[in-house]
């Protein structure tokens, strides 16, 4: 859970690097939440004509900028623009090849987004 409110505390911090175990635990953690409120919406009733539930959907506002900051972040950590999110624009293609740059390997030193995280600095400033 520390690793879900790390990004959380950084949620508009769209410089520096995050480590994969950052991202994905982060990712992890949102998935059940977000499972969780689905399910609360739709035991509540509050499910809105369109399928959504009111508790999913301002979930889902609430941790838009911090999802969009740890992923360039973690772009950043592979040596990559954070501009390469919009390859997610791309039906089907972008999404894998986006789950692809997300997963690789960090660079082993510093880079121009700053320091290698898993040698102590959790983020440049």
Request: proline share 3%; charged share 15%.
């Given at each position: 859970?520390?690793?879900?409110?790390?990004?959380?505390?950084?949620?508009?911090?769209?410089?520096?690097?995050?480590?994969?175990?950052?991202?994905?635990?982060?990712?992890?953690?949102?998935?059940?939440?977000?499972?969780?409120?689905?399910?609360?919406?739709?035991?509540?009733?509050?499910?809105?004509?369109?399928?959504?539930?009111?508790?999913?959907?301002?979930?889902?506002?609430?941790?838009?900028v911090p999802?969009?900051?740890?992923?360039?972040?973690?772009?950043?950590?592979?040596?990559?623009s954070g501009?390469w999110?919009?390859?997610?624009?791309?039906?089907?293609?972008?999404?894998?090849?986006?789950?692809?740059?997300?997963a690789?390997?960090?660079?082993?030193g510093?880079?121009?987004?700053?320091?290698?995280?898993?040698?102590?600095?959790?983020?440049?400033?």
């Amino acid at each position: 859970m520390n690793w879900y409110l790390e990004v959380l505390k950084n949620y508009a911090q769209f410089e520096g690097r995050a480590r994969r175990k950052e991202y994905w635990m982060f990712i992890l953690i949102h998935i059940i939440i977000a499972i969780a409120l689905s399910i609360v919406d739709q035991a509540a009733g509050l499910m809105v004509a369109s399928g959504t539930g009111v508790l999913s959907a301002l979930y889902s506002v609430g941790v838009l900028v911090p999802s969009l900051a740890v992923a360039v972040r973690r772009l950043h950590d592979t040596g990559r623009s954070g501009w390469w999110l919009l390859l997610g624009l791309i039906p089907c293609l972008g999404a894998l090849v986006l789950i692809f740059f997300l997963a690789q390997d960090g660079e082993a030193g510093a880079n121009v987004h700053g320091p290698n995280p898993k040698l102590g600095a959790t983020h440049a400033v």
